[in-house]
């Protein structure tokens, strides 16, 4: 097998001649080498394959846990904002991401890549558009160098809508001198996800902030309208 370095020709003498795979030692790291191969049988050698080049250098490290986010202020009901923290350079640099999403409203474990980063290594944000409102949407992420794409990172999951807003005070259904019973009204806006419950938060009757919530947060629905005491 031989390796270029440098415009020069240098024959791993090492190698045995027959086997199909081979490490290449004694290499500088980070180097970028270029790498061909011959092959030969009883009348000699054949031609120079064309070459390979890679770095000598690991594989990117996977996108780290929690890294792939969501920022709620740049989406809307049906488009996803993606941001992730960039990967540190190996012995050579990240040069950019490739980002994955499989959808489950269509039934599909098939992810497709919806964003493309080669050679854009200061590119760690994307939106992700024209997504069905309330559906959720699941991503996951690669790193890239010179030789390739890293693992997947762990596979993280979005809803395409945003926290309901608009939502009406409460009202009094009944009070005594040591309890005050209240109701409340859906929110104009559920944001383009089916609302999953309320939470219900009182101050220290000290006309403070309402911080102190007095129900659970998955009370679903009218049905049973909490008490404060």
């Known amino acids: 097998m031989w ?14 001649g027959s086997s199909l795979t081979h490490s290449l030692a004694g290499l500088t790291s980070g180097a970028i080498y270029r790498i061909s191969i011959r092959s030969r049988n009883g009348e000699g050698y054949s031609a120079f394959s064309q070459y390979l080049e890679l770095a000598a250098s690991s594989l990117p490290a996977a996108p ?47 992810f497709v890549l919806i964003m493309n980063g080669t050679e854009q290594p200061e590119r760690n944000e994307f939106s992700v ?30 809803n395409a809508c945003l926290p309901p807003s608009s939502l009406p005070a409460p009202y009094r259904l009944d009070s005594t001198t040591s309890s005050i019973t209240v109701g409340w ?11 999953t419950g309320f939470a219900l938060y009182r101050d220290q009757a000290d006309e403070g902030v309402p911080l102190t919530e007095v129900n659970s947060a998955n009370e679903a629905g009218l049905a049973s309208v909490p008490t404060v005491r």
């Open 64 to 110: 780290v846990a929690a890294s792939l986010r969501k920022n709620v202020s740049l989406s809307a009901k049906t488009s996803i904002y993606l941001e992730w923290d960039k990967v540190p350079n190996q012995q050579v640099e990240t040069s950019g991401y490739l980002l994955w999403m499989a959808s489950n409203a269509e039934g599909s474990e098939d």
């Open 129 to 158: 558009l024209g997504l069905q409102s309330g559906e959720r949407y699941r991503f996951k992420l690669q790193a890239l160098n010179f030789n390739g794409a890293s693992v997947n990172s762990s596979v993280y999951t979005y």
């Open 3 to 16: 390796r270029e370095t440098g415009g020069a020709s240098v024959n791993d003498t090492a190698y045995g």
């Open 185 to 195: 009204n859906e929110p104009l806006d559920d944001g383009g996800c089916p609302i």
